[in-house]
């Protein structure tokens, strides 16, 4: 008899509702507080799991309750959000989506999984896979941007990286992938809100990361807390039991986001706690995280009737094989560290420093404002975020410690160590919000005339980025314009450097500063990164995973919509798009300059038709056509053709990269597979393919059959 199975065969109810349960450890990021009763309800057997521990100490010593102390011994699941690494922090994941490279993101997750084993973490609640379309949601800051397939991409390198060599070996943490799904599509940007979306665009932009994820592996699931179309994601048996489980036959385990059962009684489709535990066990949730709704109204259900002790054993048996995959029977306390945490290495450091740079995206460029000379000899760098190091670690950056960070002032002051290099904030953001004395911004100012270049740091802090962070504007909080204002009214050389957790509508500000680096949130490595970038030690080469609008008023704004009957037309009344404004982005996705620029040329594609479907091989050239080493990321959309449902005018269907030196010609080879859907239904020819840096500068090239 199996393990799992002879457990079952003796649990008693309390330890098997105690499975399906995660309590909130209460650990800080500074220090773990595991206090009496915690301890107390392991030891009782009424929590089996927990999140938000984090420490070798802490968490052996909580382990070793569930193993010693407990009547059966079983390991505890510690679960923690490492969402974009975990002492070395990365940039923010829409960041580390703007290096469009698979391979960096399976590094960085594998060596986060290395430092948060080490920690005593066996679960995370990452990759995060919400396709995010709307800039007015703070959780766009989590996930890769607007589009499925990159979500798609990220999600395999994310489960590939965290598990590493296999669930079982000690420096693996298991995967949730989440917040199943389509979170990102709230009403009005507003987190938490509801979610209406057509069975259309839920198959082909919301599922489709989540299916990417449960095919390489991941361990577990979290529903969102959202309804869609009034079914809560919590307690969504179609999509839960329906598609992911019996469809993509999932057999791992769905795990309810922090008090999402119990909140199904918010959403009014349970009367109590026994209503919401029964709606959600039925509809294949196993773990309650944080609500004891399972504890409080799992007895009554079966009790009365409402779930069989069949549903409880279903799932006690996923957490149990779970723990048996993770290797915490026989090593519960895997590969904690038995002392405290090590200081962040070199090659992690190097490695921050590497992606964090990947992320920066150069938006605009007056001639050669950038790069800086090296002669430069007098900078004034200015803004709330010059000098800020807990920002810098963005919205939820787990055991990340801004202590570690490098500022923007700091990294300029390394690299640049004969400059001249002074700082004043001008304003400050207090209580989330840039108010200051006007008498602070006088003396930003005076800095700023006697310098030959400013450095005007500004955006978002990291408290208006992530999970209850919507904003009903883009522009940037407090008193920051009149600020940057007043420094552009100086009429000295500026470079805007923008934190932020998302697209900030600025047109006022990239219009007139003479160069704009989109910088997200750039974790340890911030300042680093940004001095490399602004020297070109590096060139810039990140590309916008998500369409930069000019104004709030354009969301939801993305390249992937259908054309509609009258589309956006500057010349024709009757169309699509706003009397008052532009009805295209300021910068498309995919957008990104570097010091260089490019050309392409014999475009040729070689289709093998299949049965379903086409694939495609694209091979085109690409020079460098300008002064200094750049890397090239070539977009691959396909365009539709005739198609019984109006299609989106583009889809991505390939991306490559390619680093080249001055006057240097290389090939770049992508491939694609063309679906039904994609093909015109009469003659079965291809649709035309765009190829280029971006939808809107990408040359049309005729497909020649090959
Ligand atoms: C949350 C978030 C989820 C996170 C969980 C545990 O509120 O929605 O993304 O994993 O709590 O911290």
Redesign the pocket.
């Known amino acids: 008899m199996s393990r799992v199975d002879h457990l079952l065969g003796v649990m008693t109810l309390t330890e098997k509702i105690g499975q399906l349960t995660m309590a909130a450890a209460g650990s800080a990021v500074t220090g773990p507080i595991t206090g009496g009763n915690i301890l107390a309800l392991i030891r009782s057997g009424t929590v089996g799991n927990l999140?938000?521990l984090v420490g070798p100490a802490e968490t052996r010593r909580a382990q070793r309750v569930a193993v010693e102390e407990t009547r059966l011994g079983i390991p505890l699941l510690l679960?923690f959000?490492v969402i974009h690494g975990h002492r070395t922090i990365f940039p923010i994941p829409l960041g580390e989506a703007a290096s469009f490279d698979p391979g960096r993101w399976e590094q960085t997750a594998r060596l986060a999984a290395i430092e948060a084993a080490a920690d005593g973490v066996s679960l995370t609640?990452a990759p995060?896979l919400d396709v995010a379309r709307d800039p007015r949601w703070g959780r766009i800051a989590e996930g890769t941007g607007e589009d499925p397939g990159v979500a798609s991409r990220y999600a395999v390198a994310k489960v590939r990286g965290f598990h590493g060599a296999g669930l079982d070996s000690a420096t693996a943490i298991a995967t949730?992938a989440?917040?199943f799904c389509a979170y990102g599509a709230v009403t009005a940007g507003r987190d938490y809100a509801p979610v209406d979306l057509s069975d259309r665009t839920l198959a082909e932009v919301y599922l489709p990361p989540f299916e990417a994820a449960v095919r390489a592996g991941v361990a577990a699931v979290?529903p969102a807390?959202t309804d869609l179309a009034g079914v809560p994601m919590t307690s969504h048996s179609s999509l839960l039991n329906g598609w992911l489980r019996t469809g993509l036959r999932f057999d791992g385990v769905i795990i309810s986001?922090?008090n999402a059962i119990a909140e199904l009684v918010m959403h009014g489709v349970a009367a109590d706690i026994v209503e919401a535990a029964t709606l959600a066990l039925k509809a294949g949730v196993d773990i309650d995280?944080m609500g004891d709704a399972f504890g409080r109204g799992l007895p009554a259900a079966l009790e009365r009737g409402l779930v069989s002790m069949e549903h409880v054993d279903a799932s006690v048996r996923r957490v149990l094989r779970l723990k048996e995959r993770l290797g915490l029977f026989d090593r519960p306390y895997r590969d904690a560290a038995t002392t405290t945490r090590a200081a962040i290495g070199e090659d992690a450091r190097a490695l921050a420093r590497d992606v964090a740079r990947r992320a920066i995206v150069l938006l605009a460029n007056e001639g050669t404002t950038l790069p800086l000379p090296a002669t430069t000899a007098r900078i004034a760098v200015v803004g709330p975020l010059a000098d800020a190091r807990a920002d810098m670690l963005g919205p939820w950056s787990g055991a990340g410690r801004a202590a570690d960070v490098v500022t923007i002032l700091d990294g300029l002051r390394a690299a640049l160590p004969k400059a001249r290099i002074d700082h004043e904030p001008g304003v400050a953001f207090d209580d989330a919000f840039a108010r200051s004395a006007p008498d602070q911004m006088a003396a930003a100012l005076d800095l700023c005339r006697s310098a030959d270049v400013v450095l005007l740091c500004v955006g978002e802090p990291a408290a208006m980025s992530g999970?209850a962070a919507s904003r009903s504007s883009l522009d940037l909080p407090g008193r920051q314009r009149a600020f940057a204002e007043a420094v552009l009214d100086l009429g000295r050389p500026v470079v805007a450097i923008l934190s932020s957790g998302r697209p900030l509508a600025v047109p006022w500000l990239t219009d007139r500063a003479a160069a704009t680096l989109a910088t997200w949130f750039l974790g340890i490595e911030a300042g680093h990164a940004i001095a490399d970038v602004l020297l070109g030690h590096h060139a810039p080469t990140g590309r916008l995973p998500v369409s930069w609008p000019r104004s709030v008023g354009q969301v939801p704004i993305f390249f992937g919509q259908r054309p509609g009957g009258r589309p956006v037309s500057r010349d024709k009344r009757s169309s699509s798009g706003y009397r008052d404004f532009a009805s295209t982005p300021q910068f498309p996705f995919g957008h990104g300059l570097s010091y260089t620029h490019f050309t392409l040329s014999n475009a040729v594609a070689t289709v093998s038709s299949g049965t379903m479907a086409e694939a495609v091989d694209i091979r085109v050239d690409v020079a460098n056509a300008g002064p200094r080493f750049g890397e090239e990321t070539v977009f691959l959309f396909a365009a539709p053709g005739p198609s019984p449902v109006s299609r989106p005018v583009l889809s991505l269907k390939g991306i490559g990269k390619i680093a080249l030196e001055p006057g240097e010609t290389g090939t770049l080879r992508i491939s694609m597979t063309v679906g039904p859907s994609e093909r015109p239904l009469r003659n079965g020819v291809l649709p035309a393919l765009f190829v280029g840096q971006s939808a809107d500068t990408a040359a049309l090239l005729d497909v020649v059959r090959g």
């Open positions: 999140l938000n679960g959000d609640f995060m949730t989440k917040h979290m807390f986001d922090y995280m999970e």
